[in-house]
């Protein structure tokens, strides 16, 4: 498998319970390498910008002013096949249909505060990494 970069946000539900640490260290127990990181809080027009393939759809609105109420940690992830294996750590969208030991299935609240967003595609994750991340902003190290 190719190695990838994708983008994670720890949603502004995630931040509010205070689990940074133990989604991250879910994401380094799966080879997921942190190689860029920051704290945001989004404008709602930057939350629209970032979600635009959901305009027009019915909770693009509500979506929109979810991820501006609060904190995000923004992620760059970086390793084999990462943008499947971060889709497979979260877990499905919906919580209530997440597997068990995913993430939206031990944090997530409902469809909308699912606690973790991660890249859906190779074009996405592009599009995702550079909208929050300068090149320079990504650091490439070794890990054991
Ligand atoms: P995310 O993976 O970040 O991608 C789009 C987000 O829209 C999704 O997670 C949810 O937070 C939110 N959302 C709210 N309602 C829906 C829905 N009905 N279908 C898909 N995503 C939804």
Redesign the pocket.
Known sequence: MANERTLA?I?PDAMEKGIIGDIVQRMEEHNLKVIGGKMLKLTKERAEGF?AV?KG???FN??AK??SSGPCFVLCLEGEGAIIRWREV?GA??PEEAAEGTLRADFGTD????A???S?SAETARFEVSYFFEPHELVQYEWM
């Open positions: 946000i949603k979600y959901h759809k019915p909770f509500d979506l979810f991820m979260m969208t919906n469809i909308q505060c699912n973790v967003h991660g859906d």
